[in-house]
């Protein structure tokens, strides 16, 4: 990918670009696989890995807006608190590309005052943008206080008339420390969730439910997922963190029975919503606590998908699974230093296959599924 941010110095988030894309993913593989052999030596059968476009792929776009009123920034920030403005960024689908710079003078004809992190005053504090694999998007405006919401609705007509929004919404952040977005959600638009169609299944996304940037990536995650999980043929599957209910939806079949459990109240009502829809009757769906769900569980379900943040699973999740007597693990995990950890901590769970999914190119990021089988 050609980055003129990235010769200019303007942004450097793309840590590996000046490297051939084939010398990525072997750095990757050989990052994860040494990683595992180091918990299990020679014990796991490496798939092919997967690869991802190398521009053009990123379907969430978060903005930090800085500037003035008359010209604005949409990018990041510099280590002085300024505005570095990333609007053609190669990174981001062409859909986002095109609705930034119209985005970016909405700012403008709103009379939106970009936050000013070094003297601590203004408005408007990121724009964050998702685009759904039909073209439709999820525009969210995060502010400090509800003082420019009349002037946003306003023109808000507008801008619905020159780009495909679906969703739209303004959440509320009064603070002033590095946290992208707070609990408060004001919806501008009468739908509330994007619909983004993975493998054919609907999976609704609400502004703060969590999805992985990288559709094309994802939609092959869920499908080797489900192949492991149809190659075992389980009766009953936990899903445990699953967000929208990516792998639980697209594991679940007639006469097995899938639970997933996500913290998020807003990603179960989705979930479940999705399943309902394409009348999955032997889906069901709990908002709570992954780890504290399992520990005060009675019977093991036959096979457990675990998808945790980078922090892993933890030592408390782990045991039980280790104790459990579940027979097999479906781990999905984006920092191997944490999954070797908590493999660990499973010793009775051997890893038989595991497979490297690029879903961050030019970085150092990876995605890991790792198939456990208990030894």
């Given at each position: ?6 010769t ?81 960024c ?36 990121h ?20 003082e ?167 030592s408390?999740?782990a045991?039980?699974?280790?104790e459990s ?51």
């Amino acid at each position: 990918m050609d980055c003129g941010y990235f010769t200019s110095g303007a942004c450097r988030s793309c840590r590996w670009l000046e490297m051939a894309y084939a010398d990525q993913l072997a750095q990757k593989q050989q990052r994860v696989a040494t990683a595992l052999d180091a918990v299990w030596p020679g014990a796991v059968r490496w798939e092919e890995p997967v690869s991802s476009p190398e521009a053009g792929f990123r379907n969430k776009a978060k903005m930090v807006v800085a500037g003035s009123v008359e010209a604005p920034t949409l990018g990041i920030l510099s280590h002085d608190g300024l505005g570095v403005d990333l609007l053609a960024c190669g990174l981001h689908t062409p859909g986002l590309q095109a609705a930034l710079p119209v985005l970016s003078r909405f700012v403008t004809a709103a009379r939106l005052t970009p936050y000013s992190v070094p003297e601590r005053r203004g408005e408007l504090k990121h724009v964050i943008v998702t685009e759904a694999p039909t073209g439709e998007l999820m525009v969210r405006w995060v502010l400090r206080s509800t003082e420019a919401l009349a002037r946003l609705r306003k023109h808000l007509p507008a801008l619905l008339d020159e780009l495909p929004i679906a969703v739209a919404s303004v959440n509320i952040q009064p603070e002033h420390k590095a946290v992208i977005e707070g609990p408060e959600e004001i919806f501008l638009t009468a739908r509330e969730a994007l619909t983004m169609e993975v493998n054919g299944i609907g999976l609704r996304l609400r502004p703060h439910s969590f999805f992985q940037t990288n559709t094309a990536v994802a939609a092959a995650l869920y499908r080797y997922a489900r192949d492991l999980v149809t190659a075992v043929s389980p009766g009953s599957v936990w899903d445990l963190y699953c967000g929208v209910g990516g792998f639980g939806l697209h594991v679940a079949a007639p006469g097995r029975e899938v639970l997933g459990v996500e913290s998020s109240e807003q990603a179960i009502e989705a979930a479940a919503s999705t399943a309902a829809e394409l009348g999955l009757p032997g889906t069901s769906w709990v908002a709570g606590d992954a780890t504290a769900y399992a520990l005060s569980a009675g019977a093991a379900p036959d096979l457990v998908i675990v998808n945790p943040p980078r922090r892993g699973i933890g030592s408390s999740l782990a045991g039980w699974l280790e104790e459990s007597g579940v027979e097999h693990v479906v781990y999905s995990s984006c920092n191997v230093d944490t999954l070797a950890r908590d493999l660990r901590d499973m010793p009775s769970l051997r890893p038989v296959s595991a497979r490297l999914l690029d879903m961050f190119p030019n970085t150092d990021h990876h995605e890991v599924l790792v198939h456990l089988k208990r030894a």
